[in-house]
């Protein structure tokens, strides 16, 4: 059974910072690269940030590029997601999803992901 459990949001004052996980079983990174995604009410949800450990790649949204940093643990099978300098605009329910290791420039599609986590709230104060 594939599972993606995603953990670590919360309630975080604007210019703090927050480390998302997600703990992955059931897949090898070798197979599939994990992204995350972020839905705000009222929001289509978007791509973040995706990691293909087989690809050697690592992709960020244009709104996230240098604030975010996303990366792996292979012993841990957990793939994190840093936050610094989160502002109000981040705030929403983030979720991890595994799709092919080859995703590429289509890594931001959702229907490109096979399994999805559930989410985690993150809410960032003014």
């Known amino acids: 059974e594939v599972q993606l459990q995603a953990s670590g949001g919360g309630l975080v004052q604007a210019g703090g910072s927050l480390r998302l996980s997600c703990a992955v079983s059931?897949?090898?990174?070798?197979?599939?690269?994990i992204g995350w995604f972020r839905q705000a009410p009222g929001k289509e949800r978007e791509g973040v940030s995706c990691?293909?450990?087989?690809?050697?790649?690592?992709y960020y949204a244009d709104s996230v590029k240098g604030r975010f940093t996303i990366s792996s643990d292979n012993a841990k099978n957990t793939i994190y997601l840093q936050m610094d300098g989160l502002k109000p605009e981040d705030t929403a329910v983030y979720f991890c999803a595994a799709g092919p290791y080859f995703l590429g420039a289509d890594w931001h599609w959702l229907s490109k992901y096979d399994f999805w986590g559930q989410g985690t709230q993150v809410t960032v104060s003014s």
């Open positions: 059931g897949i090898s990174f070798d197979d599939y690269a």
């Open positions: 990691i293909s450990v087989a690809y050697g790649r690592i």
